[in-house]
T-cell receptor, first 114, second 112 residues
């Protein structure tokens, strides 16, 4: 079946630095991708909708200047956490709907900011 | 506004016993309902989905779910649990675009 690849699987960064997370649809094109955030033992919260060729749509309360989303091609969306701080530490997951089938999720990225 | 409630945070079940996970939703239109499973540190795998039609939906790994509009519920069931079913289970509601709202999740522990 369709696969979504997310990279890196885990990353540790220093406070104040930026981190880029990639989400790729490997065998289908995705005009839309979604970015979720998951805190330990909690549910997934939708952060933003990534739209190929246009600006992302952010959910209420999500800082668009901190979480930069770029969807430059039909198979790649990136989430950049800018000036990361310890409170940004979380599990970030992307999903990409494949037309007529289902949404496929990446394996997630564990971000730890120290 | 759309929301999902999973009343059970944690369920422990014996291997071979039946399992039922509860899910209640709130949605302003015809809901599209999903159940996902997540293993530790992993992404989500779709177990089953309901868009329309037969309210009893069959999924992968022997799971099924029943949509009950009158109760705003979409409970997940499995007749006989295997140790490999230990995981986190999420119910979600949304539309066909797959922009989803998730419940808080239910952790399933399987004892031998």
């Amino acid at each position: 079946g369709a696969v979504v690849s997310q990279h890196p699987s885990w990353v540790i960064c220093k406070s104040g630095t930026s981190v880029k997370i990639e989400c790729r649809s490997l065998d289908f094109q995705a005009t839309t991708m979604f970015w979720y955030r998951q805190f330990p033992k909690q549910s997934l919260m939708l952060m933003a909708t990534s739209n190929e060729g246009s600006k992302a749509t952010y959910e209420q309360g999500v800082e668009k200047d901190k979480f930069l989303i770029n969807h430059a091609s039909l198979t790649l969306s990136t989430l950049t956490v800018t000036s990361a701080h310890p409170e940004d530490s979380s599990f970030y997951i992307c999903s990409a709907p494949s037309t007529g089938t289902e949404a496929f999720f990446g394996q997630g990225t564990r971000l730890t900011v120290v | 506004a759309q929301s999902v409630t999973q009343p059970d945070i944690h369920i422990t079940v014996s291997e071979g016993a039946s399992l039922e996970l509860r899910c209640n939703y709130s949605y302003g239109a015809t809901p599209y309902l999903f159940w996902y499973v997540q293993s530790p540190g992993q992404g989500l795998q779709l177990l089953l989905k309901y868009f329309s039609g037969d309210t009893l939906v069959q999924g992968i790994k022997g799971f099924e779910a029943e949509f009950k509009r009158s109760q705003s519920s979409f409970n997940l069931r499995k007749p006989s649990v295997h140790w490999s079913d230990a995981a986190e289970y999420f119910c979600a509601v949304g539309a066909r675009d797959y922009k989803l709202s998730f419940g808080a999740g239910t952790t399933v522990t399987v004892r031998a």
